[in-house]
């Protein structure tokens, strides 16, 4: 703490003696344009001494290019200081102005701001187009650290996507950037992110190795606060692996490296699913205990539910039900609250793009109106009137038609017959959600509302998760579900297409599965005509039949080819 603020300090002091000698020594307008020109040579290693001489200009002297680069370098600083950039949309239209002036290193900045501003409002779709505008100036740019931050963020937005192969590309290119740019840090942080990203898309090999180089740059500059996380990244590879051993000793490395409780969470609840796996339940007990209490203690709800249904889970092995059903409500609780989080969120971004959408068209709509209201407001008021009546009929109409369908669906439910269609039904919850749409159709007829509450429930939602699904099925049909998900991988077909079949194969109507997915019934049946052209069958062969058949002899090759290997590594060890 003492360092921070000797820092901070020594970074004020010298700002400060700059500002004097140049207000002693040049007029005021040369002296704005001094402090503008100082505050960037000082942007990237003293960001916060930049941001205090940004404050000592005084912007109404400035002309308009030094106002456009005093506005870029003044949310640059304050982003650098970890201040909130979400407010300032002066940034944009900033590149459109830089690139017409022909300084294009302040154009990519003033694109990546763009970006950066979306990012911290969480508006990453927008984020992303932003970010990729910048990387046209890459090749017209010598700034390497920039491009390497320009496309680290673009993998960090592809990894939340997820879009782990897009994240993989951009993270590759930000290292490379950053590795000329001669900076160390950032190598380490796209690495770590690139050692994530292929965990997640099942590359564990080269996952281990992107670990060990940042692993290796940190310990060659001294990064210390950084390898924690990476020794227990890669702590978690070995437990997801199946090698206890590797992953335990991991683990208590990375314990030795804690600089805060945070770090201990994450490592109590890797230690609790160690020692499930291995059997220790009373270690696994106390260190999910553990995650609880400090997962609870900095409101982390994302993590807690891991940690509720690992708890729940031990309980459970143990003969506990009682205390497993607890749990298991815990976790339950848990998941409705980040819910609640995330449906927050979604109305804070639709709120700040609507508030962004209004600055940059405000003087286009209100020329724009003035211009024609005169001669076309009769017009516009008989189009407004039907097109909100056709509207109207258009959107109850389809309502009215999906409701009929839910209902048909959980009529068909009986909680006595053990089926593929029924387990599908529980999963996504249909009979509940059918009773509120009911009791709310009841109250309030056909209406917007209902529309409103129709969406709510079916879409908006994380209870799609069809992972689970396909495990529950595996379950009732002896691995048969994960077999043909294998078989439709191997044949490039998506998960889009997978769902597809799932629910065809489960007895659901088209228009039935075109509620439960969200997509229309024609693109069902192109997506179906597609996996029959995958599996070669023509409109009389049974698709069920053959994908049956594909999967059982793909497993028997997989089983042939395992056996051949382990017979050749016994001849040659």
């Keep these: 703490m003492k360092n921070i603020f000797l820092k901070h300090l020594t970074g004020f002091m010298a700002a400060g003696l700059t500002a004097l000698c140049f207000i002693s020594c040049k007029s005021p307008v040369e002296t704005n344009e001094k402090f503008i020109n100082e505050a960037e040579k000082l942007m990237w290693k003293k960001p916060d001494s930049a941001l205090t001489i940004l404050n000592m200009a005084d912007t109404v002297l400035l002309d308009k290019n030094h106002k456009a680069v005093y506005k870029l370098l003044y949310t640059q600083a304050l982003d650098k200081t970890d201040g909130d950039i979400t407010h300032r949309s002066e940034v944009f239209g900033l590149k459109?102005?830089?690139?017409?002036?022909?300084?294009?290193?302040?154009?990519?900045?003033?694109?990546?701001?763009?970006?950066?501003?979306?990012?911290?409002?969480?508006?990453?779709?927008?984020?992303?187009?932003?970010?990729?505008s910048a990387t046209a100036y890459e090749n017209h740019i010598n700034d390497h650290r920039l491009k390497g931050l320009i496309r680290l963020n673009m993998g960090i937005l592809n990894y939340r996507e997820p879009n782990y192969t897009e994240a993989l590309l951009n993270l590759q290119k930000a290292y490379n950037f950053f590795l000329l740019a001669e900076e160390p840090m950032y190598q380490v942080y796209s690495l770590l992110l690139t050692g994530?990203?292929?965990?997640l898309n099942g590359n564990a090999e080269k996952s281990l190795q992107s670990y060990e180089k940042a692993l290796d740059i940190c310990k060659e500059n001294k990064i210390e606060h950084l390898q924690y996380e990476i020794i227990q990244d890669m702590g978690v590879i070995f437990l997801s692996s199946g090698d206890y051993q590797k992953a335990n000793d991991l683990f208590f490395q990375a314990r030795t490296l804690f600089s805060s409780e945070k770090n201990w969470m994450t490592t109590t609840l890797n230690l609790a699913k160690l020692y499930v796996n291995t059997g220790e339940i009373d270690s696994a007990r106390h260190y999910a205990q553990q995650a609880v209490k400090l997962?609870?203690?900095?409101?982390?709800?994302?993590?807690?539910?891991?940690?509720?249904?690992?708890?729940?889970?031990?309980?459970?092995?143990d003969g506990n039900f009682e205390q497993a059903l607890l749990y298991h409500k815990q976790y339950a609780d848990s998941l409705f609250k980040i819910k609640d989080e995330e449906n927050e969120l979604k109305m804070f971004q639709i709120r700040e793009e609507h508030q962004t959408d209004l600055y940059r068209k405000k003087n286009e709509i209100l020329a724009y109106f003035f211009w024609i209201v005169g001669l076309v407001a009769g017009?516009?008021?008989?189009?407004?009137?039907?097109?909100?009546?056709?509207r109207s009929v258009h959107l109850?109409?389809?309502?009215?038609?999906?409701?009929?369908?839910?209902?048909?669906?959980?009529?068909?439910?009986?909680?006595?017959?053990?089926?593929?269609?029924?387990?599908?039904?529980?999963?996504?919850?249909?009979?509940?959600?059918?009773?509120?749409?009911?009791?709310?159709?009841?109250?309030?007829?056909?209406?917007?509302?209902?529309?409103?509450?129709?969406?709510?429930?079916?879409?908006?939602?994380?209870?799609?998760?069809?992972?689970?699904?396909?495990?529950?099925?595996?379950?009732?049909?002896?691995?048969?579900?994960?077999?043909?998900?294998?078989?439709?991988?191997l044949?490039?077909?998506?998960?889009?297409?997978?769902?597809?079949?799932?629910?065809?194969?489960?007895?659901?109507l088209q228009q039935e599965a075109s509620i439960i997915l969200n997509i229309s019934v024609s693109k069902i049946q192109k997506r179906m005509a597609t996996i029959r052209v995958a599996f070669g069958a023509n409109r009389k062969d049974n698709i069920f039949e053959l994908v049956r058949q594909k999967a059982s002899e793909t497993t028997k090759l997989i089983q042939i080819q395992t056996f051949e290997n382990r017979k050749i590594s016994r001849v040659n060890p």
């Design 96 to 132: 459109d102005y830089f690139e017409r002036t022909g300084n294009l290193n302040y154009a990519a900045l003033a694109a990546f701001y763009e970006g950066r501003i979306f990012q911290e409002r969480r508006n990453n779709e927008h984020a992303l187009i932003a970010f990729l």
């Design 196 to 199: 994530k990203s292929f965990i």
């Design 295 to 317: 997962f609870e203690k900095v409101r982390n709800p994302h993590a807690t539910v891991n940690a509720y249904y690992i708890l729940s889970s031990i309980e459970e092995k």
């Design 379 to 390: 017009l516009i008021i008989i189009t407004l009137v039907f097109l909100l009546y056709w």
């Design 396 to 489: 109850n109409e389809k309502v009215r038609k999906a409701m009929e369908d839910l209902k048909k669906m959980a009529d068909n439910y009986n909680d006595k017959e053990v089926t593929i269609k029924n387990l599908v039904l529980q999963h996504f919850d249909i009979m509940r959600k059918v009773f509120i749409l009911q009791n709310t159709e009841k109250k309030q007829g056909i209406n917007p509302d209902l529309l409103k509450k129709f969406n709510q429930l079916i879409y908006n939602t994380d209870e799609m998760d069809w992972n689970t699904l396909y495990q529950r099925i595996n379950d009732l049909c002896d691995n048969r579900m994960i077999r043909m998900k294998q078989v439709f991988e």
């Design 491 to 508: 044949c490039l077909l998506t998960d889009e297409d997978f769902r597809i079949f799932c629910l065809d194969y489960a007895g659901f």
